[in-house]
């Protein structure tokens, strides 16, 4: 079983910045996981916004927040951060957090979401 707990959602003015972290827990979590970033507007599908390996060697970003929004993680903390910068508008979603055992493979572990409002 594996645990995933997000926070640092909250409302923010156009422009501004917000930091997601997500903390990983439970026997079956490995540091080898690749960590994603996903995210859901109200009446659309689900999108990926980011993902990191484990080492950093692969990360993967949408076209829609490339330049401004930077994932990262401290394995020794079993954590992923999200650092979003010039939010906009349609940044507004319930984030996600994610993890897979491998690059390119079915995320398994899902965590419960943290809301971003970005007023205009």
């Known amino acids: 079983q594996v645990q995933l707990v997000e926070s640092g959602g909250g409302l923010v003015q156009a422009g501004g910045s917000l930091r997601l972290s997500c903390t990983a827990s439970?026997?079956?979590?490995?540091?080898?996981?690749?960590m994603g970033w996903f995210r859901q507007a109200p009446g659309k599908v689900r999108e990926s916004v980011a993902a990191?390996?484990?080492?950093?060697?692969?990360?993967y970003y949408a076209e829609s927040v490339k330049g401004r929004f930077t994932i990262s993680r401290d394995n020794a903390k079993n954590t992923v951060y999200l650092q979003m910068d010039s939010l906009k508008p349609e940044d507004t979603a319930v984030y996600y957090c994610?993890?897979?055992?491998?690059?390119?493979?079915?995320?398994?572990?899902w965590g419960q979401g943290t809301l971003v409002t970005v007023s205009s």
């Open positions: 439970g026997p079956s979590f490995s540091s080898s996981y690749v």
């Open positions: 994610a993890a897979a055992r491998n690059w390119g493979v079915q995320y398994n572990y």
């Open positions: 990191m390996s484990s080492g950093g060697l692969n990360t």
